[in-house]
């Protein structure tokens, strides 16, 4: 099993940029694909990002191509965005999950953080 917390969440102006990470206890973190998913108000929770164990294989969302990029140090156990570019649509609570393979199905995503709120002014 791996734990998740993310952090890094908080205000920021349109065009600014942010950076969120996903702390994960255990000793099993490079084992996982991660993900980042975001959900805002009245909205089904999407995909942003996803990277596979080694990091070498990424996928965006068509939103974020190009804005965020989604990283991972194993030996720190963590997972990052960034985030650039921010607009207010990208205001949501966004949460990283693993998974045991690389996936773009959220139902895949067996452990999920509590989520940090993100939210873009214009």
């Known amino acids: 099993q791996v734990q998740l917390v993310e952090s890094g969440g908080g205000l920021v102006q349109a065009g600014g940029s942010l950076t969120l990470s996903c702390a994960a206890s255990g000793r099993t973190f490079g084992l996982y694909a991660m993900a980042w998913f975001r959900q805002s108000p009245g909205k089904e929770r999407g995909l942003v990002a996803v990277?596979?164990?080694?990091?070498?294989?990424?996928y965006y969302a068509d939103s974020v191509k190009g804005r965020f990029t989604i990283s991972r140090d194993n030996a720190k156990n963590t997972l990052y965005l960034h985030m650039s570019s921010l607009q207010p649509e990208d205001t949501a609570v966004y949460y990283c999950?693993?998974?045991?393979?690389?996936?773009?199905?959220?139902?895949?995503?067996?452990?999920w953080g509590q989520g940090t709120q993100v939210t873009v002014s214009s």
């Open positions: 999950a693993a998974s045991a393979k690389v996936s773009v199905i959220t139902t895949q995503y067996n452990y």
């Open positions: 990277i596979s164990q080694t990091g070498i294989n990424t």
